[in-house]
């Protein structure tokens, strides 16, 4: 089962930038999508997730910059980063859960820089 992610890529600070990630119709019944992301030397860190139900929840430093969506006709979620910051640098992982498994998208490289 693979995730499909998109939209990484480098970016001044105060930039935008758009990640979006596709699932396959093989996972069925899910909870939840969401984004992690891991910088250098750091855990892996929630960053957003939206329930079926469009419950939403952020890391507290990206409230008000970062906006969840998903599109259930096509099984893909967004995450729309605006004011981008030089500490928002990492790998971004796309996550889709049910109540069985998590499935895990490769990553996609964000990098915030002058």
């Known amino acids: 089962v693979q995730l499909v992610e998109s939209g990484g890529g480098l970016v001044q600070p105060g930039g935008s930038l758009r990640l979006s990630c596709a699932a396959p119709?093989?996972?069925?019944?899910?909870?939840?999508m969401g984004w992690y992301r891991q910088a250098p030397g750091k855990e892996r860190e929630l960053v957003a997730r939206?329930?079926?139900?469009?419950?939403?929840n952020y890391l507290d430093s990206v409230k008000g910059r970062f906006t969840i969506s998903r599109d259930n006709a096509k099984n893909t979620v967004y995450l729309q980063m605006n004011s981008l910051k030089p500490e928002d640098t990492a790998v971004y992982y796309c996550?889709?859960?049910?109540?069985?498994?998590?499935?895990w998208g490769q990553g996609t490289q964000v990098t915030v820089s002058s």
């Open positions: 996550n889709v859960y049910n109540n069985w498994n998590h499935y």
């Open positions: 119709r093989s996972i069925f019944s899910i909870n939840g």
């Open positions: 939206i329930t079926n139900g469009g419950n939403t």
